[in-house]
Structure formats: C-alpha cells, structure tokens
C-alpha cells in the first residue's frame, strides 16, 4: 500500500490514463483518488484527459462491404449510369430513372473531391510567393465543370442518335 501523504503529483499523472480505463487495483486507486481530492491540479489534469479521451471514442463501425466505396467510384468514373445492369421490374419502373442520376452525382462528386484535394495539396506546397489558393480551386473547378458539361454534351447527343 502506497502511503497517501507521500503520494505526489509525478506518482498521480502516470496512473490517471489506467484510472480512467478502471484498470488500477483497489491498493493502488484509493492513493491516486486522494491525491485527486486534494489537489485541484490533478484534478484539473485528470478532467480534461476524460474529455479528451471522450473526443476520440469512437462509434461502432458500421458494416460495410469490403470494397464497397472503392467499387462505386470506379464505376461512376467508368461512366457507368446503372442503366444497363438495372433489370427493372413492374412495380421499380417508377424508381428505375432516379438510379442513374444518383450515379451520375456520385461521380460528380467524386470529381469534386479530386479537385478539392488536388487544390489542397498545391496549398500545401511552399510556392515561395504569395499562396493563391482561392484562383488555384476556382480554376481547376471551372476546369472540372467544364469537362462534366462536356461528357453531358457528348452524352445526350449520343441519346439523340440513339433516339433516331
Ligand atoms: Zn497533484
């Protein structure tokens, strides 16, 4: 048994982590608990590693299948619509046409995502001048847009021939 009047702030810190987890034994929490009652600095140190640790628990993770987002990426830049393998049946008629648009968006944003991350990266990196993050985004976004505005071009004009 650690004696409680010799229990000192440099003893407390290294236990508080275990304290928290309900980790220390009884000989060995009923000295730390003490010395947290009588001094306010522990105390302070020890509410906020709880806060802290509250920050970072995390949730149970949610099942998803291996490969899931990786799989609908690659086909929405693949330019897969859904249409093709989407085998509507009486009753999905209605929702069959909202598929290709949900595909459609994920693509774009998909797209986005690249872009937005492309223009981070060219913040991070020193230019040595003047950081002209907000041109750089505009820019390749503009880009991005343009190039969505085209394959939408490119695409109804092929549903035109199609039509015909
Ligand atoms: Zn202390």
């Known amino acids: 048994m650690i004696d409680p009047t010799k229990f000192t702030c440099a003893d407390a810190r290294p236990l508080v982590s275990a304290y928290l987890d309900d980790e220390l034994t009884a000989d060995r929490a009923s000295p730390l608990r003490q010395h947290l009652m009588e001094c306010a600095e522990c105390r302070t140190a020890t509410q906020s590693h709880k806060a802290q640790r509250q920050w970072f628990q995390t949730t149970p993770p949610v099942e998803v299948p291996a490969g899931f987002a990786s799989r609908v990426a690659r086909r929405a830049f693949q330019g ?34 690249l872009v937005i991350s492309g223009a ?23 880009a991005a847009l343009e190039r969505l505005e085209r394959l939408d071009r490119e695409e109804s004009a092929l549903s035109e021939v199609r039509s015909r």
Request: hydrophobic share 55%; charged share 25%.
């Open 120 to 142: 981070l990266r060219s913040v991070e990196i020193p230019t040595g001048g003047e950081l002209r993050a907000d041109d750089a985004a505009t820019m390749t976004l503009e």
């Open 80 to 113: 897969d619509l859904g249409e093709a393998p989407f085998q509507a049946a009486e009753d999905d008629r209605v929702l069959a046409p909202v598929l290709p648009f949900v595909l459609r968006m994920t693509a774009a944003a998909a797209l986005l995502l």
